[in-house]
């Protein structure tokens, strides 16, 4: 089989990386455990941010930027959440934008 590094994966991911078997239930114990260790950190911490490269991150910032002006949005979901959505055009947030104020300026950032 495949070896992997957990180790060099850890940081790569920049989370813990626990070695399980399922079949034997091995390394359970200490997954339950690192997860319960994560979701406490990522309160404290705020979560993972994913770096999307300079030209999506501009497009990002615009987005989020245009959304400030829809609070009734903001609101409900997380600024940088909505932006990436409308970049990856999913139906259910662009089905929101349309009956926004903002919707003609978000359209001109996707063209």
Request: net charge positive.
């Amino acid at each position: 089989g495949y070896e992997i590094d957990v180790e060099e994966l850890s940081k790569i991911l920049k989370v813990p990386v626990i070695p399980t078997v399922a079949t034997t239930k091995k390394g359970m114990e200490e997954l339950k455990d690192a997860i319960v260790e994560v979701a406490k950190m990522r309160k404290r911490k705020g979560g993972v941010r994913i770096n999307y490269g300079s030209k999506l991150e501009s497009m990002i910032s615009k987005l989020e930027d245009i959304l400030t002006k829809d609070e009734k949005l903001v609101s409900r979901y997380p600024r940088r959440w909505l932006a990436i959505k409308i970049l990856e055009r999913d139906r259910e947030v662009l089905r929101k934008i349309a009956s926004s104020p903002i919707r003609d300026e978000v359209e001109e950032v996707l063209r």
